[in-house]
């Protein structure tokens, strides 16, 4: 990628555009003012909290010094990160860059956000600021591989029959579908298209930035979807995007956003997760097929047939091998390996990739960067295992996918730290700005930082967490059930070995478990009951939030038999569709897994209960969780408190997270694990929780809850 030179100007360095001094004089005062103007007109009311955000981003875009925000939810911390972004961005006639983990956020800001703010500093700015949306080129429709009818995959129907108008499979009817909207689209994004079609058909239309043959050769370079999203992107002052894109343009040697020197990073619990699936390469018997059936059509048959052999012999293999984290590769399976690895490069070596053809170009380049992704993937799982283990800075491991009955067996292979690459690739170039409500783990930015790769010592940065408009304390409850028996027990007392989870050298299976069977789907009976107590205390309106989909199920199934209210389950229909129905009467619960802990908002009496049913620490056998804890405790670090207690501090602050969602907002967040209450490492994960007011007394919690059904 071409990187711009270093980051921003320091306070009174010379102005990179050749005038003098604080590039027009916008200070933090400044940007208070618009702030409060913008409020105003929005018909908002000013919190101290997005006003010292605000600030705070303000003096970080004008220092260079890289600054994360816990912003509480009702603080309104786009505002107070959008403010300042409009105005340094108009001030330096250069863009910033937002970058979000979810479509409903980055709708929010495009949709709703930005031109309200536009319209509302109409008058205070020099400019109208332009705004836009970039998302990956697969997002949109490829108007060449449309009107040239490049090949399909022989596992779907022939491409002949996609574009005739009496095709009559389901994949048919959506291209048919697709080419008709090709002509009635202004954007070709498919998030504007509904209904909706699956994967499988979209790709039929679309096309991976390396499987473009580019704008210079496509027969429809100038009426491009996605050039003209770039090209718009080139041009606005505050780009829109997303973290996959962002860890694209920080990874690849190509500029897929455009060149920007300031960058706010909402929603940046999730950059690490985000960032790492985008730097997971992967093996499958799926991939490799799709990678030999587009090049064997473009090569002799003799290295079509030994492609072919290799494939087969690889998909074999990962069939037949026991899933979990790899630690050293078998000779047999090296030599697979390297017989893939070989083959796929020089089948990729030997397709022309210089036809003017479009159609011939489309397909030798889906070809090639297909075999690319093969070799690079073999060859980067053969190279992580020369260093000894603790050297090593890839993982590798074999999961076996259960698909309706069908095992899809993919080899993987990740980083085990992605803070070097956002260091050196996003941080040295940026000035960045990380926001979100829940970042302070244990009570600190620590662990967020090191994640990040912040904590190196020739980094600066720091840290603010501007509170919350909420009055946790008279709002909410955090109740624990100490009284039962912590998960895995059949015993009626509280407890448990935790004492494992604190040796650092201890087994990875009781670590991650603090002692706990992760294969029991309940603990025993207690907890059911605790379960109905509380939501029928409640009057429904509970958010049940559980470690697994098989517990949440299960759960459902049981209460829809011991209450009177309705019971809805993850799974049943869309999310947002059982979030819709859950909202709308609010007699009714929902139980769920990971999406519901991060992804409800439903503010207002429908939701007055949220109980989590365990702590939720990562799976005992997670390969790459378990390889980042083994290299903190060969680091002499407790590698459980590093890895699995954080993982589960964050994902317990943004399930309390669901209860208060507006100042008028009431209610309880449960914790059905004593382990909560009892277990030394307790206090770390309280901690990471909004100041409830605590209490174990089951008794008086029942009541509150019946209060607020009353109500």
Sequence with gaps: MARPGPLPRRAGDPDPHGRAGNLGGTTTSDVTDLLTKAVASLGGSQRSGQIEMAEAVARAFETGEHLAV????????????????????????GPVVVSTATIALQRQLVDRDLPRL?????????????????KGRGNYL?????????????????QEELFEPMATSALGRDVQRLIAWSSDTDTGDRDELTPGVPDRSWSQVSVSARECIGVSR????????AERAREKAGAADVVVTNHALLAIDAISDAAVLPEHRLLVVDEAHELVDRVTSVATGELSATSLGIAHRRAARLVDAELAQRLEAATATISWAIHDATPGRIDRLDDETAT??????????????????SPSDPKAASARAEAVTALTDVADTASRILDSFVPAIPDRTDVVWLDHEDNRGNVRAVLRVAPLSVAALLRDRLFEHSTTVLTSATLTIGGTFDAMASAWGLSDEDTK?????????????????????????????????????????????????????????????????????????????????????????RAAKAAAEIMRERLDTPVLCQGEDTTSALV????????????????????????????????????????????????????VAARGGNGFMAVAASHAALLLAQGAGRLLRTVEDRGVVAVLDSRMATARYS???????????ATTDRTRVREALQRLRDA
Excluded at 218 to 223: I, K, S, V
Excluded at 582 to 595: Q, V, Y
Excluded at 683 to 693: D, E, H, I, N
Aim: glycine fraction near 10%; include cysteine.
């Design 580 to 631: 819709k129905r859950f909202a709308e009467d609010p007699e009714t619960s929902l139980f769920g897994t990971l999406s519901l802990w991060q992804g409800v908002d439903v503010p207002g009496p429908s939701l007055s209960l949220v109980f989590i049913d365990r702590i939720p620490f990562p799976r005992p056998d997670d390969p790459l969780l378990t390889a980042r804890q083994r290299a």
């Design 336 to 353: 697979y390996l390297t017989a893939l690895r070989d083959a796929a490069h020089r089948v990729r070596s030997a397709i022309d990739t």
């Design 461 to 549: 940065w720091r840290g603010i967490d501007v509170g919350s408009p909420f009055e946790h304390a008279k709002s909410g409850i955090l109740y624990v059930a100490a009284h039962l028996p912590p998960p895995g027990h059949r015993g009626s007392g509280a407890g448990g070995a935790e004492s494992a989870t604190f040796n650092a050298g201890a087994a990875e299976s009781a670590t991650f478990n603090a002692g706990a069977a992760e294969s029991a789907t309940f603990n025993n009976a207690e907890q059911l009951d605790e379960i109905a107590a509380l939501v029928t205390a409640a009057g429904g309106r509970t958010l049940g939030l559980f470690s697994s989909m």
């Design 70 to 93: 816990q912003a509480g939810t009702g603080t309104g911390k786009s505002l107070a990160y959008l403010v300042p972004a409009i105005a340094r961005a108009l001030e330096i006639d």
């Design 142 to 158: 490829c108007l060449n591989k449309i009107h040239n009818g490049a090949a399909a995959e022989p596992e779907d129907r022939p």
């Design 218 to 225: 496509c027969p429809f370079g100038t009426d491009c979807f």
């Design 118 to 134: 536009a319209e509302a500093l109409a008058e205070n700015l020099p400019r109208t600021p332009a705004f836009a949306l970039l």
């Design 683 to 693: 206090g770390y994960l309280r901690a990471s929780l909004p100041p409830f007011w």
